[in-house]
């Protein structure tokens, strides 16, 4: 009787793994599809400073929805851990804090977007700073979004390496698909090291796919299987 509760409580776990996968992915694919690239002028600070302000609230409820995001990794980053950590405690606990370290550093760009909306409505004390150089400030942090994102990229790309080896180990799932998982966030650690190192190189469209495309359909695909099957806790 305590193995089925414990059995039940697992696929409980992951079921909410699911939900938390797809949202993963579901979310920021919307707040860029419908918020960010509503704001982005490239190589145009002022232009992307003067979109925000025309959409405040657009670029608000996008602050909040970075948040989410946050709060969804971190809700991901507990249910992995409560179910890997029978194969190994002391790896599944590095991934959670790899997550964590992920999830507060997308929360501090949410917080540098707030503060840089305070900024351009003149709620903070910058007097050494003209408007226009102001609104150039804030466009360049804007538009640079995508290299900022590197550095919680690299931990997103080291926190599921590491949950999804152990995912591999535990057999919850068929091989193939931990394993392609495993493949796509090597891509997404790769990825976001060439951000960092070679912005330009990271621009190209061909090695943005490359790079991001497995990741996505892995992260449906795993979604929908612990929403629908669960784990498999048979294989022993």
Not at 61 to 79: M, P, Q
Not at 111 to 117: E, P, Q, Y
Not at 125 to 151: C, D, H, W
Not at 185 to 210: E, G, M, N, W
Request: one cysteine or more.
């Amino acid at each position: 009787m305590t193995n089925h509760t414990a059995d039940a409580s697992l696929i409980k776990t992951a079921r909410i793994a699911g939900i938390m996968f797809l949202l993963s992915l579901i979310l920021p694919t919307l707040n860029w599809i419908f918020v960010l690239s509503k704001f982005i002028a490239a190589e145009n600070a002022i232009a992307t400073a003067n979109n925000i302000m025309v959409n405040e609230l657009l670029f608000r409820i996008g602050i909040i929805n970075e948040l989410i995001i946050s709060v969804v990794a971190v809700v991901l980053a507990t249910v992995l851990y409560i179910i890997l950590k029978p194969v190994n405690k002391n790896l599944a606990l590095l991934a959670l804090f790899l997550k964590l370290t992920e999830a507060i550093l997308m929360a501090v760009i949410a917080l540098s977007s707030f503060i840089s909306l305070l900024i351009l409505k003149g709620q903070t004390s910058l007097k050494v700073f003209e408007p226009e150089q102001l609104q150039t400030l804030v466009g360049l942090l804007i538009n640079e979004r995508m290299t900022v994102s590197a550095v919680p990229m690299v931990f997103l790309g080291l926190n599921f390496m590491v949950f999804l080896y152990l995912l591999l180990k535990s057999k919850y799932v068929p091989g193939i698909l931990a394993g392609f998982g495993i493949l796509s966030y090597t891509l997404i650690f790769i990825y976001a090291l060439i951000t960092i190192l070679s912005p330009k190189c990271a621009a190209v469209i061909i090695i943005q796919i490359i790079c991001w495309a497995p990741s996505c359909f892995f992260e449906l695909i795993i979604g929908l299987w612990f929403l629908i099957k669960g784990v498999n806790i048979q294989q022993e």
